[in-house]
């Protein structure tokens, strides 16, 4: 059942996706922000809005966002969706959904790092040359010779999104602040 509780947490989540995406890749900038805003409209009660449109916006930003944190919220926002418009509540599911996305993004919440407020770099004595990194950077940020030379990251192309940092499992990326 809704509680005022619920709601504000779903509403703090939301709130919280739309402010917080890096804002380079469309999908987040605008997309999240648009049904942020369809969200909130029906959970303040204005329900005339499709769940269709809805449903539909969440799954373009799943497919299409460039980075974890784009596509994971898109996931929490579609259990948001199912949550208002199948069960009219917000069960335990979708706030399981919702702390796990928190817990999984919270030290970049925390300490500002999401968006362009970091710059990544990778450590050429810790670079083992095996291109994982470039090879999951959705913006072709991340240059280097397998086997070769250690990988490096243009500032310019960089979107921020963490992937790299993510996928190098040898610790080699890190993140200036």
Request: hydrophobic share 40%; glycine share 6%; with cysteine.
């Amino acid at each position: 059942m809704n509680t005022i509780d619920n709601i504000k947490e779903v509403k703090a989540f939301i709130d919280f996706v739309a402010n917080e995406n890096c804002g380079k890749c469309t999908l987040c900038r605008i997309g999240v922000k648009r049904l942020s805003e369809i969200l909130n409209n029906v959970i303040n009660g204005n329900e005339d809005i499709e769940q269709k449109t809805a449903l539909e916006l969440g799954n373009t930003i799943k497919l299409g966002a460039l980075c974890d944190f784009g596509k994971n919220a898109a996931n929490v926002l579609l259990l948001i969706i199912d949550g208002i418009f199948q069960k009219k509540e917000f069960d335990n599911t979708v706030l399981t959904a919702i702390n796990n996305f928190y817990s999984e993004f919270k030290e970049r919440a925390v300490t500002g790092t999401i968006g362009k407020s970091v710059e990544f770099f990778i450590d050429a004595n810790k670079c083992k040359k095996c291109s994982m990194c470039s090879r999951h950077c959705p913006a072709g940020a991340i240059s280097g010779v397998i086997r070769l030379e250690p990988f490096q990251i243009n500032q310019n192309k960089c979107i921020k999104c963490w992937t790299c940092f993510s996928v190098c499992k040898f610790g080699a990326v890190n993140v200036k602040k």
